[in-house]
């Protein structure tokens, strides 16, 4: 639920990659990368929460961890449900998998369009169309020449 | 079918060995440091040395192993040059055979003899210059601009390569023009043309390569220094990359006999619990298992390029060959950890410097996933296993 105005991903690509690249769930740290909470959802109850990038708890991202799913016990580490307690207890065992975040309400849409274009296996087809065709030249060849 | 290697082939392949192994490899001390705290430790050979072993291998005739003959290389076939490289990679000492990127096999007679001869023959580097700061992913998306002003051109912009620099070089720059991408030869006198980084580290962090800074600001390039044609640097070095990729992939096989080396001395070596660790059944597995990963890349290797010596079409070969060597020599690096009981290195030893190639070869994550796509769409395409 961030707000309107969200975090443009060029400004934190280093530190998103960095993040991602890191075995550990990532979700809490994006969370805190993200806008915020925003004001279209909040309840007149209190006040104003807006911008606010605490994790709500709402637990979409323990149940949605494939790790935990193979290894249930270890979920009774703690009854929280929070990104924290998945960081706790899934640790470097992290697939990597990015889901926790795709899941996350707090995180914001522009972090998650990032992942889905660059980071996950879904965008192989798209990595076909760049590949082309057996005549186009293979660009990796150059770059592989450039590096090595 | 045969397996043996010709006559010729096993000859050059002796000599590269013995070369590493009398030469190369009692040098490693001095490259790694020999102070304590490593403060001593280098990136690369000094200058006389590296002249030295030049000059040496120029008397066994093998200079310039991957260069054509009639442009002035030992016109090795792919075979010759995955043996000789296979051998070079089994030491850390960073050493070639007169290696010269194939971009420059397609310049014009002036070129050639301005140009690669003298990178041939070492007197001048040249610095690949491909990538850009803020683009080191897409080769094609280049920003650096050059302008057609009458029968000149006008480069502005700045590059990055992670070529070895030297005291005399030139720059290969690919640039975007109005026709396409171009690529430009660069001396390194050129008004307008800047270099920065390329010092010599030392200690340890001498390993760590750290890109050259080139900048460009109303360099003024004639168009005769344009390589190949302007607009289609794309197509340089077609007929000799994809066999480059076969060649690296032989990098991969080279250190990875080198940890399988390093591996089996150690569980002769070392001990646990009173007994030597290679009588423990899962040592032997691990050192089975490498050496089994080892033989397979290197028959992968080894079909490539007879079939690319063969003149026929490598470029799937090319990529099942440098995926499968790449992901092998990781796991064979990781493997080695078991061996050694924990992680496979001291700081110091040729093995922290194996391994970091071997993870370094899989950096390009992004390479390999497309690799596994053009062998991919071959099948698809109905062309077999």
């Known amino acids: 639920m961030p707000l309107p105005v969200q975090r443009d991903v060029k400004e934190i690509e280093v530190i998103l990659n960095q993040i991602l690249g890191t075995r550990c769930p990532p979700v809490a740290r994006l969370r805190l990368l993200s806008s915020g909470f925003g004001t279209a959802h909040s309840l007149n109850i209190a006040e104003n929460l807006s911008g606010h990038k ?31 307690a998945l960081e706790s207890t899934v640790g470097e065992d992290c ?53 090595s | 079918m045969d397996f043996e290697l010709p006559e010729e082939l096993k000859m050059i392949q002796k000599l590269a060995r013995d070369f590493v192994t009398d030469r190369l490899r009692p040098l490693e001390r001095d490259l790694l ?12 050979l000094p200058a006389e040395k590296e002249a030295e072993l030049t000059a040496l291998v120029r008397e066994m005739g093998l200079w310039g192993v991957g260069v054509p003959e009639e442009l002035g290389g030992a016109g090795l076939d792919t075979l010759g040059a995955c043996l000789v490289e296979e051998e070079l990679s089994r030491t850390v000492v960073p050493f070639h055979f007169g290696d010269v990127t194939p971009f420059l096999f397609d310049g014009s007679q002036m070129q050639r003899e301005r140009y690669l001869q003298p990178a041939l023959s070492g007197a001048k580097r040249p610095l690949v210059a ?61 008004p307008g043309f800047t270099l920065r980084g390329g010092g010599e580290r030392r200690g340890w962090l001498a390993p760590l390569r750290e890109p050259l800074e080139l900048a460009f600001r109303n360099c003024r390039e004639m168009a005769e220094n344009v390589l190949g044609e302007a607009g289609k640097a794309l197509e340089l070095g077609k007929k000799w990359l994809p066999a480059r990729r076969v060649i690296r992939a032989a990098r991969c096989v080279g250190v990875a006999r080198r940890l399988l080396e390093e591996a089996t001395a150690a569980a002769q070596s070392l001990e646990s619990f009173g007994q030597s660790v290679y009588k423990k059944a899962n040592i032997r597995a691990a050192l089975a298992e490498i050496a089994a990963y080892v033989r397979a890349a290197r028959l992968m290797v080894y079909e490539a390029a007879w079939q690319a010596d063969k003149g026929e079409l490598i470029a799937r070969q090319a990529a099942l060959v440098r995926l499968y060597a790449t992901q092998a020599v990781q796991t064979i690096a990781d493997r080695v950890s078991h061996v050694f009981g924990g992680p496979p290195y001291l700081a110091g030893q040729p093995m922290a410097r194996l391994c970091q190639r071997a993870l370094a070869d899989g950096a390009v994550e992004l390479s390999l996933e497309r690799q596994r796509h053009v062998v991919a769409r071959d099948i698809i395409q109905g062309a077999g296993d």
């Open chain 2, 33 to 44: 440091g020999r102070a304590a705290d490593q403060s001593d430790a280098r990136a690369a």
């Open chain 2, 130 to 190: 491909l990538l850009e700061p803020g683009n080191t992913g897409d080769p094609a998306a280049v920003r650096l601009k050059a302008r057609r002003d009458g029968d000149d051109y006008v480069l502005n912009g700045r590059k990055l390569s992670f070529s070895r620099p030297g005291d005399d070089y030139f720059a290969l720059v690919f640039a975007a023009t109005e026709a396409g991408l171009t690529a430009f030869l660069v001396d390194k006198d050129t």
């Open chain 1, 95 to 147: 697939d990597l998998c990015h889901a926790c975040v795709l899941v996350c309400p707090q995180v914001d849409t522009t972090i998650k369009h990032y992942i889905v274009n660059h980071r996950l296996v879904e965008v192989m087809s798209r990595l076909e169309e760049r590949l082309g065709d057996v005549d186009e030249p293979d660009l990796d060849l150059f770059l592989e020449e450039a590096i």
């Open chain 1, 54 to 84: 605490e994790c709500l708890g709402c637990g979409n991202c323990v149940d949605i961890c494939p790790f935990l799913s193979r290894e249930p016990y270890r979920r009774q580490r703690t009854e929280q449900r929070t990104s924290m």
